[in-house]
Nanobody
Framework: QVQLAESGGGLVQPGGSLRLSCAAS????????MNWYRQAPGKQRELVAS???????DYADSVKGRFTISRDNAKNTVYLQMNSLKAEDTAVYYC??????????????WGQGTQVTVSL
């Protein structure tokens, strides 16, 4: 079975930091693009950060310079380091794995999510 297990969420003050982790099993981790998404109440789910199989990273404009995504293939784990947190970052954060298995066909998996709340 495929499992993506997020951890590291919690309550932090504005300006604080938090590191999320996602441990994957049941997939060939090194062949998957790994992503972090988030969804706040009343808003659509948005892509926050992505790291490719080759280590290329991309970020949403709203988090550039504050968040860093990284992967450790030996540990089958992807991380999201979040610094200078703002109230607008409050959301459920989801880990996502994606791999193209053939033309037009993809395998996509999701974690259950971890809550991040930025508040005084």
């Amino acid at each position: 079975q495929v499992q993506l297990a997020e951890s590291g969420g919690g309550l932090v003050q504005p300006g604080g930091s938090l590191r999320l982790s996602c441990a994957a099993s049941g997939i060939i981790f090194s062949m998957n693009t790994m992503n972090w998404y988030r969804q706040a109440p009343g808003k659509q789910r948005e892509l926050v950060a992505s790291v490719s199989t080759g280590g290329r990273t991309d970020y949403a404009d709203s988090v550039k310079g504050r968040f860093t995504i990284s992967r450790d293939n030996a540990k089958n784990t992807v991380y999201l380091q979040m610094n200078s947190l703002k109230a607008e970052d409050t959301a459920v954060y989801y880990c996502n794995a994606q791999r193209r298995v053939r033309t037009g066909e993809w395998n996509t998996y999701w974690g259950q999510g971890t809550q991040v709340t930025v508040s005084l």
